[in-house]
């Protein structure tokens, strides 16, 4: 595998420090056996591929599995073209081995880079799916030796393939390989950042090879050339490999340097090229030098792309195909072109340059019409649409309509996998039709849908705006394109626009129950719950069916209904409304609805506030595991948002973690700074709550530097997560002056307990500040919002403990314990087991103030095993602290505190593990990821304090995971955990 270089690789000259780096990486993926890269950037013809030939050799040498692509320049539009090259040996390596949960991801990878369009369809964004399916390919191809994935000329990639790239850069396999990419840092300046940046996130050596000196580049190109042709060529070169030995070819000994014999076509050379026009002209000499037909096919060539097929490339240069193997062999003599290592039917041009020189100065009409003939080819040979569309977009006259349905057709084949080639070919049909003309309308609306997919969210509000206006008034598409404007402008933070559209937006009609959904639940984000009721209450179309689709609707309303009635007090109606929603939506298949997916995440919104945890983590989980529509990916992250935030809160943090980073790896994915600043947010709690404040506060800058309306953008969780973490990190003016500017409380915060933990926070901030005046209107706002709903206990809950914390600091340290102990009291009730711990904090530190010795020690310490339990590494120091205060000795966590200790996901997971389970396995049976159960076993073997994974079977056998902790701690681990900011 990977076999490919030419053993006869000239030598490397004034490259000993780009060496060095090079073998230290290969000895860290020999060593360390963990993901890594290894960029090699710099300018064009700098050497970067021949320091890769470099690295495919010592990696072979070495007994690693090489796996080579390069971006083909003309083949930027083809979906994941640099990996299918690069993972082609892998597609017959893989076969899924049942139970394995991401053998499903593995064939929607293989499927992507096979070319093939499966017969069924979800409708779903893949891109995701493919991603994680790539990262375990190579997962399982270094479980055989370690891997190196080089990847030559990313900078021309597709955009699916330079996603994917950012991808295993920020997120790197789990297994011992090294990625490989080389670019030109010039190129594409957005494309440079995203890949830089990504590869901050690993493990990451740079080769940034640098100009040769006068010495080296005469020891490179010197020996056939006189001094005077060779300081010439040295000064021309300004020490670029590649252009001395370009412009050293074309010089016999004694000859003064100048292209007198070249047509250097000046005027067809592109300014912007980078490349100096004597390069390009050598190029244009050797190739006239040639053979006619020769010179033909290498312009036809580099119109089929690089590398190329012979049978594309004569039809593109238009020859007799009896002159091809002559022109071809000419080619290869003059080492223009030469076979692809291990692929004996594939060529490539000696370089890119040489590809540009050919293609850039190519004559624009010869090359329509190269095109035209090349489309036409690969129709003749039956090749599908999608492998077309390159050469047709190139070549289509306006008004052709079988073009048009081609690049349609294209398109949709594409979408789920590489959105952005879709919107090209989407683009591009439309530029075949006159602007006005109905079929404009179908067009413009996948354009928008493929834009919003790849993350290019102007660009499909543009698109989605002008199918708008284009449709007419009874046109059935105007309501479905009038929400994706208005959630376009959301996504965009542009919530002023998106409301003022939506003021007069309701249209009563065959899809109005689908439109007014979107159209309330859009109101409530905007934080208008009046207008949401209001919309909501509307009446349905007559003649609207009682299918699953209607009920979904009709569980939507009531969701978005009861969620905006609790906001504004009524919390027995809005109970009500989210019972009836919960038994209407229970009962549909998530398959037979599309507004299933919206449904879910609104009622999971309405069951959280209302303070059902326990069912909305069930129903999310159901929305992460369902198929779904084309937004599937943006209702997939803000699940992953909620979810990763309501189990930090809980202080499932080892559950947590992994999804607070899939859901920032998909909000990088879509490009919505709305949605990626709320999923920072849940890492920002992850963070703060285990007690890494340098991660959380790194974390909360980013997410606030996102250019939002911030008196909007931000659900009331996520304000209350990056305030709780300026608090914690001791900074109190932050914390105040960070909801002075996003908004406190007040219809911005739809869940009552939220208004309160606001209050709550506030009170903690303003007495750290010193200011108890401004403390005690915190306290009384809670206590008011308390008493409006008198039955959400854990509302009640958060404004004892504000009230608690401020009798303290007025040194009623008596009255500050009752209030703590009764908040305390309250929260286990609930089973919100961590605000428990919290309240119990308070209350210990008040009874230390109050000199009741015994009382506070009981207290702190039920605390502090809460803390250690589940390691809150932000609260269990206060607790210690206090604790040894009062004389009491406190053992640190870390090893053996035993079966009791355990959660209730670990002690699930120690059975399946005493049972001989593997990661994966277990991962398939709880519908969790395989790096989510590494976590749980890795905490599990150490609070058991076992020596690893063998011994858990052992350890827990005295006492079973599901016998091991008396009843009613077992109860409070598994009770509902209510909001936390």
Same mark, same amino acid.
């Given at each position: 595998m990977g076999a490919g270089t030419d053993d006869r690789l000239p030598p490397l000259i004034g490259r000993a420090r780009e060496l060095r780096?090079?073998?230290?990486?290969?000895?860290?993926?020999?060593?360390?056996?963990?993901?890594?890269?290894?960029?090699?950037?710099?300018?064009?013809?700098?050497?970067?591929?021949?320091?890769?030939?470099?690295?495919? $050799?010592?990696?072979?040498?070495?007994?690693?599995?090489?796996?080579?692509?390069?971006? $083909?320049?003309?083949?930027?539009?083809?979906?994941?073209?640099?990996?299918?090259?690069?993972?082609?040996?892998?597609?017959?390596?893989?076969?899924?081995?049942?139970?394995?949960?991401?053998?499903?991801?593995?064939?929607?990878?293989?499927?992507?880079?096979?070319?093939?369009?499966?017969?069924?369809?979800?409708?779903?964004?893949?891109?995701?799916?493919?991603?994680?399916?790539?990262?375990?390919?190579?997962?399982?191809?270094?479980?055989?030796?370690?891997?190196?994935?080089?990847?030559?000329?990313?900078?021309?990639?597709?955009?699916?393939?330079?996603?994917?790239?950012?991808?295993?850069?920020?997120?790197?396999?789990?297994?011992?390989?090294?990625?490989?990419?080389?670019?030109?840092?010039?190129?594409?300046?957005?494309?440079?950042?995203?890949?830089?940046?990504?590869?901050?996130?690993?493990?990451?050596?740079?080769?940034?090879?640098?100009?040769?000196?006068?010495?080296?580049?005469?020891?490179?190109?010197?020996?056939?050339?006189? $001094?005077?042709?060779?300081?010439?060529?040295?000064?021309?070169?300004?020490?670029? #490999?590649?252009y001395a030995e370009q412009l050293g070819r074309q010089h016999a000994p004694g000859a003064a340097l100048g292209l007198t014999g070249a047509r250097a076509h000046p005027a067809a050379i592109p300014a912007d090229a980078g490349v100096p026009q004597s390069v390009v002209a050598a190029v244009h000499a050797e190739l006239d030098a040639l053979p006619p037909a020769a010179g033909l096919l290498a312009r036809g060539a580099a119109i089929a792309g690089d590398p190329f097929e012979l049978q594309p490339a004569l039809a593109a240069a238009g020859i007799d195909p009896q002159a091809a193997e002559a022109a071809l062999d000419a080619l290869a003599a003059a080492a223009i072109v030469a076979p692809v290592p291990g692929d004996p039917l594939r060529f490539s041009f000696r370089h890119p340059i040489v590809w540009r020189a050919l293609h850039d100065t190519t004559p624009a009409g010869w090359r329509i019409a190269a095109h035209a003939r090349a489309a036409t080819a690969l129709a003749t040979a039956g090749a599908p649409n999608r492998l077309r569309a390159h050469h047709i977009a190139r070549s289509a006259a306006l008004g052709d309509l079988d073009a048009v349905e081609a690049l349609r057709d294209a398109a949709v084949a594409v979408l789920p996998q590489s959105p952005a080639s879709a919107a090209e070919w989407a683009a591009a049909a439309r530029g075949l039709l006159p602007e006005d003309v109905p079929e404009q309308v179908e067009l413009l609306e996948l354009e928008a849908r493929a834009q919003l997919a790849s993350g290019q969210l102007e660009a499909a509000h543009a698109a989605a705006g002008a199918a708008l206006e284009l449709a007419s008034a009874n046109d059935a598409r105007r309501s479905g394109l009038l929400q994706q404007v208005v959630y376009l402008e959301m996504l965009l933070g542009w919530f002023d626009q998106a409301r003022a559209r939506l003021a007069t937006a309701y249209e009563p009609g065959p899809d109005g129950a689908a439109l007014r959904v979107f159209l309330a639940a859009t109101l409530l984000v905007l934080i208008d719950p009046e207008a949401a009721i209001a919309v909501s209450e509307l009446p349905s179309p007559p003649g609207v069916p009682d299918d699953p689709e209607t009920r979904a609707s009709r569980?939507?309303?009531?969701?978005?209904?009861?969620?905006?009635?609790?906001?504004?007090?009524?919390?027995?109606?809005?109970?009500?409304?989210?019972?009836?929603?919960?038994?209407?939506?229970?009962?549909?298949?998530?398959?037979?609805?599309?507004?299933?997916?919206?449904?879910?995440?609104?009622?999971?919104?309405?069951?959280?506030?209302?303070?059902?945890?326990?069912?909305?983590?069930?129903?999310?989980?159901?929305?992460?595991?369902?198929?779904?529509?084309?937004?599937?990916?943006?209702?997939?992250?803000?699940?992953?948002?909620?979810?990763?935030?309501?189990?930090?809160?809980?202080?499932?943090?080892?559950?947590?973690? #992994?999804?607070?980073?899939?859901?920032?790896?998909?909000?990088?994915?879509?490009?919505?700074?709305?949605?990626?600043?709320?999923?920072?947010?849940?890492?920002?709690?992850?963070?703060?709550?285990?007690?890494?404040?340098?991660?959380?506060?790194?974390?909360?800058?980013?997410?606030?530097?996102?250019?939002l309306d911030r008196s909007r953008a931000y659900p009331g969780q996520q304000r209350r997560t990056l305030g709780a973490t300026y608090l914690a990190a001791g900074d109190a003016d932050a914390c105040v002056g960070l909801f002075q500017r996003l908004g406190a409380v007040g219809a911005a915060d739809l869940a009552p307990g939220g208004r309160v933990l606001v209050y709550e926070l506030l009170t903690e901030a303003e007495l750290v500040r010193g200011d108890v005046g401004a403390a005690r209107a915190a306290v009384a706002q809670a206590r008011a919002h308390a008493a409006e709903r008198g039955g959400m206990t854990l509302t009640r809950m958060r404004a004892l403990r504000a009230e608690a914390r401020l009798r303290l600091a007025e040194d009623d340290a008596a009255g500050a314990a009752a209030l703590a102990l009764e908040s305390a009291e309250l929260a286990a009730d609930a089973g919100a087991e961590l605000e428990a711990a919290r309240a119990r904090l308070l209350a210990g530190q008040a009874l230390v103030a109050a000199g009741r010795r015994e009382q506070a020690i009981e207290a702190l310490t039920v605390a502090e095993e809460c803390f250690a339990r589940r390691g809150i590494g932000l609260l269990r120091p206060h607790a210690v602290r206090e604790l040894r205060g009062l004389g009491r000795r406190v053992a640190a966590p870390a090893v053996g505190t035993g079966v009791p200790s355990l959660s209730e996901r670990e002690r699930e997971i120690a059975a399946l593990v005493a049972a001989g389970g593997t990661n994966r396995e277990i991962a398939a049976a709880l519908v969790v990821s395989p790096r989510t159960v590494e976590t749980h076993v890795r905490n599990l073997v150490r609070k058991l304090g076992v020596a690893d994974r063998t011994e858990v079977a052992a350890a827990i056998g005295a006492g079973s995971p599901g016998t091991g902790a008396p009843a009613d701690e077992r109860t409070s681990a598994s009770r509902s955990q209510g909001p936390r900011g």
């Open positions: 780096t090079l073998a230290d990486a290969l000895d860290a993926l020999a060593s360390d056996g963990a993901g890594s890269a290894l960029p090699v950037t710099g300018e064009p013809g700098i050497g970067k591929t021949r320091l890769l030939d470099e690295l495919h $050799a010592r990696a072979l040498e070495r007994g690693a599995i090489v796996l080579r692509g390069r971006a $083909a320049p003309a083949h930027g539009d083809l979906p994941y073209d640099v990996f299918a090259e690069a993972l082609r040996e892998l597609h017959t390596a893989s076969a899924p081995s049942a139970g394995d949960p991401l053998a499903h991801d593995r064939g929607i990878a293989l499927t992507a880079l096979t070319g093939a369009v499966p017969e069924q369809r979800s409708g779903g964004d893949e891109r995701h799916a493919i991603w994680r399916g790539v990262r375990s390919l190579l997962e399982q191809a270094a479980a055989r030796a370690p891997v190196v994935l080089i990847l030559d000329d990313v900078h021309w990639a597709d955009r699916a393939s330079a996603g994917l790239l950012a991808y295993l850069l920020r997120r790197p396999p789990a297994a011992a390989v090294l990625l490989a990419p080389a670019w030109r840092d010039a190129h594409d300046r957005a494309l440079t950042l995203e890949l830089v940046e990504a590869a901050r996130a690993s493990r990451t050596r740079r080769i940034q090879p640098q100009h040769l000196t006068a010495e080296e580049t005469a020891l490179l190109i010197g020996s056939h050339l006189d $001094a005077a042709t060779l300081r010439a060529v040295v000064a021309e070169s300004g020490g670029n #490999p590649f569980a939507a309303v009531l969701a978005v209904a009861a969620i905006a009635r609790q906001a504004l007090g009524d919390v027995e109606a809005a109970l009500r409304d989210c019972d009836e929603a919960c038994a209407l939506l229970d009962a549909v298949d998530p398959d037979t609805a599309d507004l299933w997916g919206e449904a879910a995440l609104l009622l999971t919104l309405a069951e959280r506030t209302l303070e059902r945890d326990e069912q909305a983590m069930a129903r999310l989980r159901s929305l992460l595991r369902a198929r779904r529509p084309m937004r599937l990916i943006h209702l997939q992250l803000r699940a992953a948002t909620d979810l990763a935030l309501t189990l930090a809160e809980r202080g499932e943090l080892a559950e947590a973690a #992994p999804l607070a980073e899939s859901a920032v790896e998909l909000g990088r994915m879509v490009n919505s700074r709305w949605l990626l600043a709320n999923a920072i947010a849940a890492q920002v709690a992850v963070a703060r709550l285990s007690g890494d404040m340098p991660r959380a506060l790194a974390a909360a800058r980013e997410a606030l530097e996102q250019p």
